[in-house]
């Protein structure tokens, strides 16, 4: 029987991957000496690629699906199919930026100011395409790894990656633009999504996926209400669609079940509180599928 080949980003998003797919239904196991880690889906085998080469693999057919960064995508030039976006990273739930970083005591304040100077980076065509569209000649050098302390010897300026800036701003490096940003992309070969099965597959983890994330950032809530107490109630609550209100056993009350996003908890319980709500329950979501 056919089964689907997805590959799992090794390295930095790893371990967010392996925990997003155990939100999501499935569970992977990694082993340190071994680069395919088994999955309780008989339906699918996995092995662990380094996000940089994903696209690769997935547009030459030795790989179904698989997960990497919109940036190593667009960084290929490859052609795959892109099946949906995953917003995760290492440290957050936000997309990451590369971003045209000088040191902070420099006196350039655009990517005009560099022309002629040295760019060190991991995403060298996307560099290089960006300050082309400025019509801006430099160099750019790919960097192999700790790229935020080359400037100012070994190179001028760095695009890189960062999700809170903190490791740039340590290095003493001042963000002047935005070159791109990105997001884990499940992206698959055309002749995988030309496959019932495969695209079958691929649609359902896509869909899980999602869902995993979706429930991230939002709980469950639910309370109970005298019936003329209603409106009130319901004018407190910010709702995904609209709260499911169910008779209880007193024809007086009724059932309040919602989904919101946890940040707003601490706002809205108290003055759910004072719309005279009672029995409130919080309570975690494992999947939010719209």
Same mark, same amino acid.
């Given at each position: ?35 395919? &880690?088994?999955?309780?889906? &008989? ?11 994903? *696209?690769?693999? $997935? ?9 990497? +960064?919109?940036?190593? /995508? ?16 290492? #440290? ?16 350039? #304040? ?13 995403? /060298? ?10 019509? =801006?000649? /430099? ?7 700790? *790229? ?12 890189? $990656? *960062?999700?809170? +800036? ?11 633009? *935005? ?30 996926? #999602? ?7 939002? $709980? +469950? ?11 009130? =109630? ?12 169910? #008779? ?5 009350? $009724? ?14 319980? &108290? ?16 999947? =939010?599928?719209?």
């Amino acid at each position: 029987m056919s089964k689907l080949r997805l590959g799992i980003p090794k390295g930095s998003l790893q371990d967010a991957t392996i925990a997003l797919f155990a939100r999501a239904g499935w569970n992977i196991y990694a082993s340190p000496r071994s680069y395919f &880690p088994s999955i309780d889906d &008989p339906d699918i085998e996995c092995m662990l690629i380094r996000a940089q080469e994903m *696209t690769r693999y $997935v547009a030459q057919g030795v790989l179904d699906a698989g997960l990497t +960064g919109r940036d190593w /995508v667009v960084e290929s030039g490859l052609s795959v199919e892109t099946i949906s976006s995953l917003t995760y990273a290492k #440290q957050s739930r936000q997309r990451v930026r590369w971003v045209l970083a000088v040191p902070e005591d420099s006196p350039w #304040q655009r990517a005009e100011d560099l022309d002629g100077k040295v760019i060190a980076t991991e995403l /060298v065509e996307v560099t290089r395409r960006y300050f082309a569209e400025k019509n =801006v000649s /430099v160099k750019v050098d790919f960097s192999w790894g700790a *790229t935020e302390v080359k400037p100012p010897r070994l190179a001028d300026a760095i695009v890189e $990656v *960062t999700e809170t +800036g903190s490791s740039l701003r340590a290095n003493r490096l001042r963000i002047i633009d *935005t070159v791109l940003e990105s997001e884990t992309q499940l992206i698959a070969s055309r002749d995988a999504v030309a496959d019932p099965f495969k695209a079958g597959k691929i649609a359902s983890l896509a869909l899980m996926l #999602q869902g995993a994330i979706a429930a991230q950032s939002q $709980v +469950g809530l639910m309370l109970n209400v005298r019936r003329h107490q209603l409106p009130a =109630v319901l004018a407190v609550l910010p709702a995904l669609n609209a709260p499911t209100i169910s #008779q209880l056993s007193d024809s007086d009350w $009724v059932a309040v079940n919602t989904i919101l996003e946890e940040s707003r908890v601490r706002e809205v319980i &108290p003055r759910l509180k004072a719309a005279q709500a009672s029995g409130i329950v919080e309570y975690p979501l494992n999947k =939010v599928v719209l």
